[in-house]
């Protein structure tokens, strides 16, 4: 079996062939990213996919919603100290005491902090006075929670009025900010790249927000100020992956539309090749504090805050690298292709190598393409050392100096 590479049908597309020799392995191809993987000739197949995968998700929105946390719904909160006069008082048994005492069962019950510090705090929907005072008594004649002066008391027990309409302004301001951040995205990607690359970008950050929600409504997860704020931190790390391999696609295809080497959409490609073992590196380092802030927030600590900001951080750097690796660069091919001077240059890519081909089957081909070939694979050369090689400027010489 030989190693693949990648050549064009009529449309522009990436075409896998195969050249005899030793098959390398996969990670391999993915350190060298000689284009091996031909994400962007599969595109269609991509497609969809994210397609299936954003309709199940809007579906589940839809049809199930999301399951709000108290912030948004309003409710009564409830805590006490996680040391009882019968030992460490643990969730189920805060959960048994309530609904002993009210008849059904709390909304949430867990506990934050760890040691002598540690409470356990269980949220329900609105109460009046007389259901608090129930509550209370319940929990402190089975549990007898022990105070900060050491003695078990009613007075241990606080409780908390929650407001539906803070959980509503944090998702105002969110959406705001939202807003602002991609109509900035869109200005500099235009200004940086061009329209067409900002447009796939923007594509692609709309898919990681709409999947990223649709995976807390599908598994349930609580929706919390914590997870809106915490959406609104992974729209970077997504942007940052897509940039960098638009950046090595504006790279590989400086100069191309003089060229008959390689289409647009095989450029784009190699340079999504080319950064592929970054973009995985970048979203493993990425992960790492993001599960530590999983594992010892939550676990150790017991910080249900942590718990919301870590899951929808996990959440949306999977989904994101995903997207930036197989949806920004592909959509940006199909954008370019639109362009008749692309769509022109790809015509020219193929009648090189259909005569190509003609000279590799003994046919009668001119003798220029030869030449024409290895011109343009100087010139494709020279582009690349320009973009790579940062340019020189000559040292002034200090005033009062003449060169002899």
């Known amino acids: 079996m030989g190693v693949e590479e990648l050549g064009t049908d009529a449309e522009g597309n990436a075409k896998a062939t195969v050249k005899p020799g030793k098959k390398e392995s996969v990670f391999h191809r993915l350190y060298v990213g000689t284009g091996a993987f031909d994400v962007v000739g599969k595109r269609k197949r991509w497609y969809v996919f994210f397609g299936a995968l954003v309709l199940v998700c809007f579906l589940s929105m ?28 643990t969730e189920e048994q805060a959960k048994e005491s309530f609904q002993k005492a009210l008849g059904h069962p709390a909304t949430e019950a867990q506990k934050v902090g760890s040691g002598n510090a540690a409470t356990i705090q269980i949220r329900t929907g609105t109460l009046n006075a007389a259901e608090v005072a129930k509550v209370k008594e319940t929990l402190f004649q089975d549990l007898g929670p022990i105070g900060s002066n050491g003695q078990s008391s009613v007075q241990a027990i606080s409780d908390s009025a929650v407001s539906a309409s803070w959980g509503g302004e944090i998702s105002q301001k969110a959406l705001i900010a939202l807003a ?149 660069t592909p959509l940006l091919v199909d954008f370019k292709m639109r362009d008749p001077k692309y769509a022109q240059q790809a015509e020219r890519v193929r009648q090189r190598r259909v005569s190509q081909e003609r000279k590799a089957a003994g046919e009668d081909f001119d003798a220029s393409d030869d030449d024409a070939l290895a011109k343009e694979l100087r010139k494709e050369k020279a582009y690349a050392a320009a973009a790579s090689v940062p340019a020189r400027i000559q040292k002034q010489r200090p005033a009062g100096k003449r060169k002899r």
Not at 64 to 81: A, C, D, K, S, V
Not at 217 to 245: H, K, M, N, Q, R
């Open 62 to 89: 839809i049809l199930r919603g999301f399951n709000l946390g108290i912030e948004f719904e309003g409710g009564t909160q409830i805590q006490m100290p996680a040391n009882g006069t019968h030992g460490v008082i």
């Open 180 to 328: 602002v951040f991609l109509v900035a995205v869109v200005i500099f990607l235009a200004v940086y790249f061009d329209l067409r690359m900002a447009a796939a970008a923007l594509v692609s950050l709309l898919h990681d927000i709409l999947v990223t929600a649709g995976v807390y409504s599908l598994i349930g997860f609580e929706v919390t100020p914590a997870t809106v704020i915490g959406l609104l931190t992974i729209l970077g790390f997504s942007l940052y992956d897509t940039v960098v391999v638009f950046d090595k696609v504006r790279e590989n295809t400086r100069g191309l539309l003089g060229l008959t080497r390689r289409t647009y959409g095989e450029a784009a490609n190699l340079a999504l090749n080319q950064t592929l073992m970054r973009s995985f590196n970048t979203a493993f380092i990425a992960l790492l504090p993001i599960l530590g802030l999983l594992i010892v927030g939550y676990v150790l600590l017991g910080s249900g805050t942590l718990q919301d900001l870590a899951l929808v951080q996990l959440t949306g750097t999977l989904v994101g690298v995903l997207s930036s690796v197989a949806l920004a």
